[in-house]
């Protein structure tokens, strides 16, 4: 399981948003970085059973961060185009 964790915010992290495609991740969390927005990146293994609702996903990854900077992080993913927004799942915080 890879786990990033940017700054020093280890604990009560809130989920920013999920995503099964690893370049969205990847472009998701280069955002971020780009904004100086703290954050954890994890991922997590799909169990084979239930790959269908994740359209055959093995893989999802996971983007925590700092309740504090959340409405920041939500402002930076609006700028992200269109396709990549359209593969990722945002929480409601």
């Not at 786990?3 to 971020?32: P, Q």
């Not at 084979?48 to 609702?53: A, G, K, S, T, V």
């Not at 409405?71 to 993913?77: I, T, V």
Request: hydrophobic share 35%; net charge positive; aromatic share 8%.
């Amino acid at each position: 399981m890879a786990k990033v964790l940017i700054g020093n915010y280890s604990g009560n992290n809130i989920e920013l948003c999920r995503t099964t495609d690893m370049k969205v991740g990847e472009r998701t969390a280069e955002l971020l970085l780009e904004r100086q927005i703290p954050f954890v990146k994890n991922s997590k293994k799909i169990p084979f059973f239930r790959r269908e609702e994740y359209d055959g996903a093995d893989q999802i990854w996971v983007i925590s961060i700092n309740p504090h900077r959340y409405g920041q992080a939500r402002r930076a993913l609006d700028t992200l185009d269109i396709m990549c927004r359209k593969n990722l799942v945002l929480s409601n915080y």
